[in-house]
């Protein structure tokens, strides 16, 4: 399932990213990588806050999408 449709306290595991190299590229410089463990801080609008590896990390819907989990 897609990172986007998790709410705010869930915790899961990234199992893959989707989308173009330098998508993908980008999300992994972020943190997300497969086995990471995402938690949602917040969701407004769509828009999230997560923390993954001890970092908060603010994603839009469409990159939170990318993130297979």
Do not use: H, Y
Not at 13 to 29: A, H, P, W
């Amino acid at each position: 399932m897609p990172l986007s449709f998790m709410k705010a306290g869930e915790k899961n595991t990234v199992k893959r990213i989707t989308g173009q190299d330098d998508t993908k590229r980008f999300l992994e410089s972020l943190g997300f990588i497969a086995g990471a463990t995402v938690t949602v801080i917040s969701e407004i609008s769509g828009n999230m806050i997560l923390n993954v590896k001890d970092s908060r990390i603010a994603l839009d819907k469409n990159m939170a999408s990318r993130i297979m989990v």
